[in-house]
Nanobody, 124 residues
Framework: EVQLVQSGGGLVQAGGSLRLSCAAS????????IGWFRQAPGKERERISC????????FYADSVKGRFTVASVNAKNTVYLRMNNLKSEDTAVYYC?????????????????WGQGTQVTVSS
């Protein structure tokens, strides 16, 4: 059974940094993409970053490019999202998700398995 357990998040001032963690179990880590999504109140869920574990290739949405960094520590089956220069518009519930890697489609697309979510609040 795929399990994703998130940690990190919280309250930070604008310009600050946070790191989110997503610890995975129950599947072959190397065979998957791990993505980060967020959803703010009244807005649609947004795919913000993704890493393909077997080759380390990444995706970033324009809204976070240059500020957020995704990385995996394969020995720990864990993916991290480092968020720098946070802005009030980054306030949202953040989720990680696991997708079976498929070279024929974009990273982190299809049917995913989800973490429990964690709140990130950026005060201005």
């Amino acid at each position: 059974e795929v399990q994703l357990v998130q940690s990190g998040g919280g309250l930070v001032q604008a310009g600050g940094s946070l790191r989110l963690s997503c610890a995975a179990s129950g599947f072959t880590f190397d065979d998957y993409d791990i993505g980060w999504f967020r959803q703010a109140p009244g807005k649609e869920r947004e795919r913000i970053s993704c890493i393909r574990i077997n080759d380390g290739s990444t995706f970033y949405a324009d809204s976070v490019k240059g500020r957020f960094t995704v990385a995996s520590v394969n020995a720990k089956n864990t993916v991290y999202l480092r968020m720098n220069n946070l802005k009030s518009e980054d306030t949202a519930v953040y989720y990680c998700a696991a997708y079976k890697a498929d070279s024929s489609r974009e990273k982190c697309r299809g049917l995913g398995s989800w973490g429990q979510g964690t709140q990130v609040t950026v005060s201005s």
